[in-house]
Nanobody
Framework: VQLQASGGGLVQAGGYLRLSCAAS????????MGWYRQAPGKQRELVAA???????NYEDSVKGRFTISRDNAKNTVYLQMNSLKPEDTAVYYC?????????????????WGQGTLVTVSS
């Protein structure tokens, strides 16, 4: 299984970006998908998460500005980030809990995409 993230970049404060993360491989089902971020010198933190039935939760500082969504047919999760602030600058990682198929049956695990850098200038 691979998670391929894209959409990061440099944007001015008040601007917007949309991150995407597509899962591929021998996927049976995907439960929770989410986005984490890690700023320099800080621990990785959960930004937003979405379940397979669309339930969402957000870190307090992004509520009202960020929107997480997913396309189950495409095994893809998105993060629409509006009204960006310099403090949103970080490497953003997608994460998914995925059940995969293999010759012995199915198994579940937690998978990470490669990070994508978001830089917000003041």
């Amino acid at each position: 299984v691979q998670l391929q993230a894209s959409g990061g970049g440099l944007v001015q404060a008040g601007g917007y970006l949309r991150l995407s993360c597509a899962a591929s491989g021998r996927i049976f089902s995907i439960n929770v998908m989410g986005w984490y971020r890690q700023a320099p010198g800080k621990q990785r933190e959960l930004v937003a998460a979405i379940t397979s039935n669309g339930s969402t939760n957000y870190e307090d500082s992004v509520k009202g500005r960020f929107t997480i969504s997913r396309d189950n047919a495409k095994n893809t999760v998105y993060l629409q980030m509006n009204s960006l602030k310099p403090e949103d600058t970080a490497v953003y990682y997608c994460n998914a809990h995925i059940t995969t198929t293999h010759i012995m049956g199915v198994s579940s695990g937690n998978y990470w995409g490669q990070g994508t850098l978001v830089t917000v200038s003041s």
